[in-house]
């Protein structure tokens, strides 16, 4: 049903916990499969003065694929620049894992949808 990719993510996830200064915090659920994630975001500066994401955490209750595809996350966007994380899909984050069943595509989405709502609370800080 997993891919070894997924299964390995899910027995050994990475990037689990909490950043205790982030600089935004994003909260999603699933009200029908019941996950919940949080996304944790540290942001600094490149050496181009651009955003990137210095630091990503998440604390992940769920099924294999939502821990799976929450840890996934972090690895994808971990140093990227924020125009970049942005940008990412729940296709970036099934592929990584190395694809998943479709009844738990939803877990990929609720990753995307908590690193986005992490960006947006960040930019809102930003412009006050």
């Known amino acids: 049903m997993y ?39 540290k942001i600094g500066k490149n050496k181009k003065g651009e955003e990137v994401i210095e630091d990503i955490k998440v604390k992940t209750f769920g099924c294999v694929a939502a821990i799976a595809t929450s840890s996934a996350l972090t690895e994808v966007v971990k140093g990227m620049r924020l125009s970049e994380a942005e940008k990412i899909t729940k296709q970036n984050v099934a592929g990584y894992v190395g694809g998943l069943p479709p009844a738990k595509v939803h877990c990929s989405v609720l990753a995307v949808d908590g690193l986005r709502k992490a960006i947006k609370e960040y930019k809102k800080k930003k412009r006050k």
């Open 3 to 41: 891919s070894d990719k997924t299964m390995d993510l899910f027995r050994h996830p990475k990037n689990i916990g909490e950043i205790k200064d982030a600089d935004a915090i994003g909260k999603v659920g699933n009200k029908i499969c019941g996950d919940v994630m949080w996304v944790y975001l």
